[in-house]
């Protein structure tokens, strides 16, 4: 039996936190994580802003967020990004932005149970993009626990 059990209520500490690329990106290459250095919020101290890399404190359910609008002014630009799982093929989730002479933005979400260590963070996918350019300032990756999880059958993805 798995049980979701709220925080709060445990008196755990609560572990959220959001943050922004800080200035225009160019030149991204595939699979390079993109650099979300300018921290808004940081519960818990589990985002490191330096390496754009959320560290799970302990077994349990989160909500990842990511909104990325791309640099444009050319026209038919775009960047795939995504957000992964220890770098190991685990997506949870794919964004497609750009297309157009002017900037997009595109968001995803996902719910995901992970492990006590694991890592997420948000990179270009692949090699599909056209220019790598991520515009700063509205281009975000948040990201929540939900509960940690009491049970002996606990699974990913």
Same mark, same amino acid.
């Given at each position: !039996?798995?049980?979701?059990?709220?925080?709060?209520?445990?008196?755990?500490?609560?572990?959220?936190?959001?943050?922004?690329?800080?200035?225009?990106?160019?030149?991204?290459?595939?699979?390079?994580?993109?650099?979300?250095?300018?921290?808004?919020?940081?519960?818990?101290?589990?985002?490191?802003?330096?390496?754009?890399?959320?560290?799970?404190?302990?077994?349990?359910?989160?909500?990842?967020?990511?909104?990325?609008?791309?640099?444009?002014?050319?026209?038919?630009?775009?960047?795939?990004?995504?957000?992964?799982?220890?770098?190991?093929?685990?997506?949870?989730?794919?964004?497609?932005?750009?297309?157009?002479?002017?900037?997009?933005?595109?968001?995803?979400?996902?719910?995901?149970?992970?492990?006590?260590?694991?890592?997420?963070?948000?990179?270009?996918?692949?090699?599909?993009?056209?220019?790598?350019?991520?515009?700063?300032?509205?281009?975000?990756?948040?990201?929540? !626990?939900?509960?940690?999880?009491?049970?002996?059958?606990? !699974?990913?993805?």
């Amino acid at each position: !039996m798995c049980t979701l059990c709220c925080r709060r209520q445990e008196g755990r500490p609560v572990v959220a936190f959001t943050a922004k690329v800080a200035s225009h990106l160019t030149s991204l290459g595939p699979q390079e994580k993109v650099p979300f250095a300018s921290v808004v919020t940081n519960i818990g101290n589990m985002f490191n802003n330096a390496t754009s890399v959320f560290t799970a404190p302990e077994d349990g359910a989160y909500v990842f967020f990511a909104n990325i609008m791309s640099e444009s002014g050319h026209g038919n630009e775009y960047i795939e990004t995504e957000i992964v799982v220890n770098g190991n093929g685990v997506q949870l989730a794919e964004m497609y932005s750009g297309g157009s002479t002017f900037f997009d933005s595109t968001s995803n979400m996902a719910v995901t149970t992970l492990k006590q260590g694991d890592e997420v963070w948000v990179r270009v996918h692949g090699s599909w993009s056209s220019n790598y350019a991520i515009h700063c300032c509205f281009s975000t990756f948040t990201g929540f !626990m939900l509960g940690y999880i009491d049970s002996t059958d606990f !699974m990913i993805g």
